[in-house]
């Protein structure tokens, strides 16, 4: 069945330091995916998607590509603030369902 | 426009006992579809309600079920309760029409604690 893996956490940065968080995933057909964010306390929130291949997200500064022929979809940031901290999911569809990954920490230090 | 909210916030059980969560789907989303999130975890999803009707399910038991009203709120009810449904339940609302993009728009979620 469809699945999605996330480099493992806790990713701890410097503020102002590049991000990067890997994802790959497994499916049939021409999934969407997906960056889902969970700040401390609050619900999930969808951070960037991408519908098809070579599409690119983008938000608040992060982005995510759709790699069909390596099936990514990574997740980065330039300059990462201290406000970023958070799980990050990714996620993918082809019927509707959200699938997630396990989720990966991010914790920046000023 | 309202969000998703969910109720109650958190709650504590007894094994064997049942529980019912509450959802209000954010305004003009005609689905709703529930998933559990195990702490450490990502979200599994449980199933998907749309026009009142089950549009899908994941590998939960029968003892897992809900219910969609005309609003579009939702509730989920879990029976003969089992520690291992500790968990926080979250209920997400979203808009279909054409093909499904996935984007969820999720309430805060349900921690429930099963004693």
């Known amino acids: 069945g469809d699945s999605v893996t996330q480099m493992e956490g806790p990713v701890t940065l410097s503020e102002e330091a590049f991000l990067t968080i890997n994802c790959t995933y497994t499916?049939?057909?021409?999934?969407?995916l997906f960056w889902y964010v969970q700040y401390p306390g609050e619900g999930l929130q969808l951070l960037l998607k991408a519908t098809k291949a070579d599409d690119k997200g983008s938000n608040k500064g992060f982005e995510a590509t759709y790699r069909k022929e390596t099936t990514s979809f990574h997740l980065e940031k330039g300059s990462v603030q201290v406000s970023d901290s958070a799980v990050y999911f990714c996620?993918?569809?082809?019927?509707?369902?959200?699938?997630f990954g396990q989720g990966t920490t991010l914790q920046v230090k000023p | 426009e309202t969000g998703v909210t969910q109720s109650p916030t958190h709650l504590i059980k007894t094994r064997g006992q049942q529980v019912t969560l509450r959802c209000s789907s954010q305004?003009?989303?005609?689905?709703v579809s529930w998933y559990q999130q195990a702490l450490g975890q990502g979200p599994q999803f449980i199933f998907q309600y749309y026009r009142e009707e089950e549009n899908g399910r994941g590998n939960f038991p029968p003892r897992f079920s809900g219910l969609q009203f005309p609003n579009y709120s939702s509730e989920l009810n879990v029976n003969a309760l089992e520690l291992d449904d500790s968990a926080l339940y979250l209920c997400?609302?979203?808009?279909?029409?054409?093909?499904?993009?996935?984007?969820?728009?999720f309430g805060e979620g349900s921690r429930l604690t099963v004693l």
């Open positions: 996620a993918l569809t082809s019927t509707g369902k959200l699938i």
């Open positions: 499916a049939t057909g021409y999934p969407s």
């Open positions: 997400a609302s979203s808009l279909r029409s054409g093909r499904n993009t996935g984007e969820l728009f």
């Open positions: 305004s003009g989303h005609n689905t």
